[in-house]
């Protein structure tokens, strides 16, 4: 299990308007072809967020799938899949989000898809990292959040 720093905001990096905009989004792409070794349960990390935003939602745009089998899972410290559980990134072109799921049955049933409804308010510093769920090493994915920060503007 390895630890992979692909971080965006540790060094000076913000969101367009910064992190006094009150809304912002953040994009990396994240290339398993690089030559890095990328097995299961390791974590890239991809996002400094400081204390004060919101992130209200995530996505990931599979550009290249993997082929075979393959599951990612987006979150924090606090759970590392709360943004994205199991997020399958095996075919190009797919968009996986924090959603609703629909299950068809008798009743047809809604699950929500998002351990932090309503967003996640980061109360102190954060690091938004992927899980890997198995062996990667030939997709490219591009990954967003979107949020807002809770102290814009100054307040009084």
């Not at 953040?26 to 890239?44: L, P, S």
Request: glycine share 14%; proline share 3%; aromatic share 8%.
């Amino acid at each position: 299990m390895t630890t992979h720093n692909k971080r965006k905001g540790s060094a000076g990096y913000a969101p367009g308007g910064g992190w006094n905009s009150p809304w912002w989004m953040m994009e990396t792409t994240v290339d398993f072809a690089d030559g890095t070794t990328y097995e299961a349960a390791d974590t890239v990390q991809l996002f400094d967020i400081p204390a004060g935003c919101w992130i209200l939602l995530a996505t990931i745009h599979v550009q290249t799938g993997e082929g075979d089998t393959c599951t990612v899972d987006l979150g924090d410290a606090d759970s590392t899949d709360g943004f994205i559980d199991g997020g399958d990134i095996e075919t190009a072109g797919v968009y996986i989000g924090n959603e609703l799921a629909l299950t068809e049955g008798t009743p047809n049933t809604l699950t929500d898809t998002y351990v932090f409804p309503g967003g996640r308010l980061c109360a102190a510093d954060e690091i938004v990292s992927l899980v890997l769920g198995h062996n990667t090493d030939a997709a490219k994915i591009t990954v967003r959040i979107f949020g807002i920060t809770a102290q814009a503007g100054g307040g009084d």
